[in-house]
Nanobody, 119 residues
Framework: QVQLVESGGGLVQAGGSLRLSCVAS????????GGWYRQAPGKQRELVAA???????NYADSVKGRFTISRDNAKNTVYLQMNSLKPEDTAVYYC?????????????WGQGTQVTVSS
């Protein structure tokens, strides 16, 4: 079984920065694909950023140039650096990752971390 635990959310003023972390534990040898999604009240969950095993990144247009996704393979951790935050970035942020263990891959979700940006 795989557990993804996010941290780093909180309350920040517009223009500020936060760094989210997602640590994979349990039956995990490595993270193959990592991604961050967010869901604001009354809205659908949307992809914010993704990082493939080949280190290709993909960002939502709304965060390009402000957010950066990265990973630390030794720590089985995926990060989301968020700069120049805007009130419209307020949402619950979820980590989604494909992990590898003992010859098989599996997808998991974290429990989410709240990010609130005040104007």
């Amino acid at each position: 079984q795989v557990q993804l635990v996010e941290s780093g959310g909180g309350l920040v003023q517009a223009g500020g920065s936060l760094r989210l972390s997602c640590v994979a534990s349990g039956s995990v040898f490595s993270i193959n694909v990592g991604g961050w999604y967010r869901q604001a009240p009354g809205k659908q969950r949307e992809l914010v950023a993704a990082l493939t095993s080949g280190e290709t990144t993909n960002y939502a247009d709304s965060v390009k140039g402000r957010f950066t996704i990265s990973r630390d393979n030794a720590k089985n951790t995926v990060y989301l650096q968020m700069n120049s935050l805007k009130p419209e970035d307020t949402a619950v942020y979820y980590c989604n990752a494909q992990t590898y263990y003992s010859g098989s891959y599996s997808w998991s979700w974290g429990q989410g971390t709240q990010v609130t940006v005040s104007s």
